[in-house]
């Protein structure tokens, strides 16, 4: 294929049907240095062993703050709550206006996302963002963390509104699917027995991408962190359906661990927000739609899709449904206060 004619998501199959295929007694870094060598000559001699080895290293942070959530989850708290104490703890130090205003800034970058999404995932319904407040005054410890818990809500909508574009693409695929069962089969004991490789594949694959230019919405010197993230978001949401096709778990059971997997990506980006270090790829739904998608050409039949998708689909809605309506009753009821105390 032309250079001019890839684009992120041939990349990452490109990725995916070489590592499937590959010699198994080759240790994987090994394996993965010399794809990336193969794909970016131009980088200077040794960089992709560095590379490697640091998008191994944000690949195991994304998974061990996902095994908090799991774990907090366990212990009986929500999606929400934990995104919420632990951004908290990443604004520590910082003056309440100051947090206040990055939070907007995430919130207004997510929104424009989930918008984008929802918009695509369904043409025929008109999705519209309720303006943020930017000149909110009188930040506090509450406001912050009412903030908070709607961006949460944002983040687990994020990641089922793009795994709901994602199978609606694939289900609509044009022409036979032909995926060779060793490939499936090989990719499934791969994401069962290695899923820190496959993200890192997959992380490997978008770094090309980025290096080459292949999406405008890609820069070229994107954050290996917030590439990471986006695979894991990809590898998480992909898994979590290979296992609801294979009837391991129901496809609620799926929509929850995909909404996991969003809310995880989004709490450790807006943490390095509070950092002062934004994430270069301000609307990545859509980017995160050609990762998943990526993986699940590799992966089970459209029946399947079509069958998953109406699950996604009315998981998305209500989820965005449930969070408008937050937004409406916390509007009235500021209106209600505000005329009893000035009316």
């Not at 560095?50 to 774990?71: F, G, H, P």
């Not at 708290?77 to 939070?103: H, N, T």
Request: with cysteine.
């Amino acid at each position: 294929m032309a250079e001019n004619e890839r684009n992120l998501k041939s990349v990452v199959g490109s990725f995916v049907e070489a590592y499937v295929g590959r010699d198994r007694e080759t240790d994987f870094s090994l394996w993965l240095e010399d794809r990336l060598r193969q794909e970016m000559p131009e980088l200077p001699e040794g960089s992709e062993r560095k590379l490697v080895q640091e998008i191994a290293a944000a690949v195991a942070d994304y998974d061990r703050s996902l095994a908090e959530l799991n774990a907090a989850m366990d212990a009986g708290i929500s999606k929400e709550e934990w995104f919420a104490e632990q951004m908290e703890q990443g604004c520590v130090g910082l003056e309440d206006g100051e947090a206040g205003q990055r939070l907007l800034e995430i919130e207004q970058e997510l929104t424009a996302s989930d918008v984008q999404l929802m918009q695509e995932m369904d043409g025929t319904q008109q999705y519209e963002a309720e303006e943020a407040d930017a000149a909110q005054a009188g930040w506090n410890r509450y406001s912050i963390k009412q903030e908070l818990g709607d961006i949460g809500k944002k983040a687990c909508l994020a990641g089922l509104a793009v795994s709901a574009n994602a199978v609606r693409y694939r289900a609509e695929a044009d022409g036979e699917i032909a995926i060779r069962d060793a490939v499936r089969e090989a990719l499934r004991e791969d994401m069962v027995t290695a899923p820190q490789e496959v993200k890192a594949v997959v992380a490997g694959a978008v770094k090309v991408a980025a290096e080459k230019k292949l999406e405008a919405s890609l820069p070229f010197d994107t954050a290996i962190e917030d590439i990471a993230d986006m695979a894991g978001v990809a590898v998480e949401g992909a898994e979590a359906l290979f296992d609801a096709a294979s009837g391991e778990i129901s496809a609620l059971e799926a929509v929850d661990r995909i909404g996991r997997a969003g809310v995880v990506s989004a709490c450790r980006i807006g943490k390095r927000a509070f950092q002062g270090r934004l994430a270069r790829v301000p609307v990545a739904g859509p980017l995160l739609v050609d990762l998943f998608g990526g993986l699940l050409e590799h992966m089970e039949s459209p029946v399947f899709y079509e069958n998953v998708y109406t699950v996604v689909h009315d998981a998305a809605v209500a989820t965005w449904e449930g969070i408008m309506d937050f937004g409406r009753r916390t509007a009235q009821k500021a209106a209600n206060i505000a005329a009893m105390l000035f009316g």
